[in-house]
C-alpha cells in the first residue's frame, strides 16, 4: 500500500531550468494538493485539484503550474525556476471534502541555485 | 483572509504536560486539525475538531472553541520521541472543495 508517492526525492537545478514535479496516490482520492515548505513560513498551498481534469490557485502559485491528467497523477511544473522556489514540497490528497484529512507525501527537497 | 497563529517554540520536560495554542481567523471554517512533523519527514494526522469541546485520544487531547477560534493540543507524559513540530490547521471549505491552511508551527523540545 504505497499511498502518497512523489518522486524525485531530491533535485539540484541551475536557474532558468525547468523541472516537473510527480505525485501519484493510489487510494482513490479526488482531492490532490501541493504545498512547499520554508522554514518559518509553515505549509503554504501552492495549487489544488478537486477532480481529474480540475485546477485551482492556492495562497502562492506565481511560477507554478500543475495539470491533473489523470485521477491518480498531479503534477507541479517549474517552467524557470529560481532561487526563491528552493524549498521543500509536499504532496497531498483526501478522499472526504468533510473531514478533509490530508495523506502526505514524503517530500521532495529542490534546490535553485 | 486567513490567519492562523501559533507559538514558535516551546520547551518541556520528559514525563510532563505541555498545551500548545493557536488561534484563528478564517472564512468558510469547517474545522481544526493538529498534524506532528518530525523533522525531514511529513507530517502525521494527530486530531481533528469540528464540534466546540475536548476530545481525547490516548496521552494527546485536542480541544477546540469555535466562538472564541481557538485550540490547544494537550500532550500528556511526555517522551523524548515527541520532539517534533506541532501544525495547526483550519479546515477551510469552499465552493467546491476544501483545504487546508496551515500556521507556521510550534517546534516543541522535549529535554531530559
Known amino acids: 500500500n504505497a499511498g502518497v508517492t512523489q518522486t524525485p526525492k531530491f533535485r539540484v537545478l541551475k536557474t532558468g531550468q525547468s523541472m516537473t514535479l510527480l505525485c501519484a496516490q493510489d487510494?482513490?482520492?479526488?482531492?490532490m494538493y501541493w504545498y512547499r515548505q520554508d522554514p518559518g513560513m509553515g505549509l503554504r498551498l501552492i495549487h489544488y485539484?478537486?477532480?481529474?481534469?480540475?485546477?485551482a490557485k492556492g495562497e502562492v502559485p506565481d511560477g507554478y503550474n500543475v495539470s491533473r491528467l489523470k485521477k491518480q497523477n498531479f503534477l507541479l511544473g517549474l517552467e524557470s525556476a529560481a532561487p526563491s522556489q528552493t524549498s521543500v514540497y509536499f504532496c497531498?490528497?483526501?478522499?472526504?471534502?468533510?473531514?478533509?484529512?490530508?495523506?502526505f507525501g514524503e517530500g521532495s527537497r529542490l534546490t535553485v541555485l | 483572509g486567513q490567519n492562523i497563529d501559533q507559538p514558535t517554540e516551546m520547551t518541556a520536560t520528559e514525563g510532563a504536560i505541555v498545551q500548545i495554542n493557536c488561534t484563528y481567523q478564517?472564512?468558510?471554517?469547517?474545522?481544526l486539525f493538529w498534524y506532528q512533523q518530525h523533522a525531514g519527514e511529513a507530517p502525521t494526522f494527530l486530531s481533528y475538531?469540528?464540534?466546540?469541546g475536548l476530545e481525547e485520544k490516548g496521552r494527546f487531547s485536542s480541544f477546540l472553541s469555535r466562538s472564541k477560534g481557538y485550540s490547544y493540543l494537550l500532550l500528556k507524559e511526555l517522551q523524548m520521541k515527541d520532539s517534533a513540530s506541532y501544525l495547526c490547521?483550519?479546515?477551510?471549505?469552499?465552493?467546491?472543495?476544501?483545504?487546508?491552511?496551515f500556521g507556521t508551527g510550534t517546534q516543541l523540545k522535549v529535554e531530559l
Open positions: 475538531n469540528v464540534l466546540d
Open positions: 487510494m482513490n482520492h479526488e482531492y
Open positions: 485539484s478537486v477532480g481529474e481534469g480540475t485546477t
Open positions: 478564517t472564512s468558510g471554517f469547517n474545522g
Open positions: 490547521a483550519a479546515h477551510i471549505l469552499t465552493g467546491g472543495g476544501n483545504k487546508l491552511t
Open positions: 497531498a490528497s483526501t478522499q472526504d471534502r468533510r473531514t478533509g484529512e490530508l495523506f
